[in-house]
């Protein structure tokens, strides 16, 4: 698949770091380093815009290293772009931990998936089917 990007950062474009991998790296498009406090979000730019295809989004997910490593974790997740949007992308980020934390220039913040999806149409009906599961909520099915 082929899409449109335009990168107003200064860094090379996002790609697939190994040939199985689901996402590609975000990195932080900063003209001086930020620092997250403990609880602390703030929105991180890109510079990078995309023109998706009709029925795929793009999904900005948590890098698993940061998570584990620092306490480093992205609101809104995942974060959904829509095929009709054109701004630049951006990276809403909080620190979970109880350290400060510093995001570089560069630095590879989150990781985009490109996903197919499709738009429901609702049928409105009095009863739905039946199932085992019925109605059994959160944790239904015990540990």
């Known amino acids: 698949m082929k899409i449109h990007i335009i990168n107003g950062s200064h860094h090379e474009l996002p790609r697939y770091e190994t040939e199985q991998s689901a996402g590609m790296d975000l990195r932080a498009n900063l003209d001086s380093p930020v ?11 890109t510079g990078l815009r995309i023109a998706l295809p009709v029925g795929y989004e793009a999904q900005i997910r948590p890098r698993s290293g940061l998570a584990l490593k620092h306490g480093i974790s992205l609101l809104n997740t995942p974060g959904t772009i829509d095929a009709d949007y054109r701004g630049e992308i951006g990276v809403i980020m ?10 570089n220039d560069g630095e590879r913040i989150a990781q ?3 996903a197919r999806h499709e738009q429901a149409e609702w049928v409105a009906v ?3 089917d039946a199932t085992e599961r019925g109605e ?3 944790g239904h099915t015990g540990r």
């Open 112 to 114: 985009m998936v490109i």
């Open 126 to 128: 009095d009863v739905l």
């Open 94 to 103: 909080v620190n979970l931990s109880q350290e400060p934390f510093v995001v």
């Open 35 to 45: 620092t997250l406090q403990p609880l602390e979000r703030k929105l991180i730019p």
């Open 136 to 138: 059994g909520g959160f």
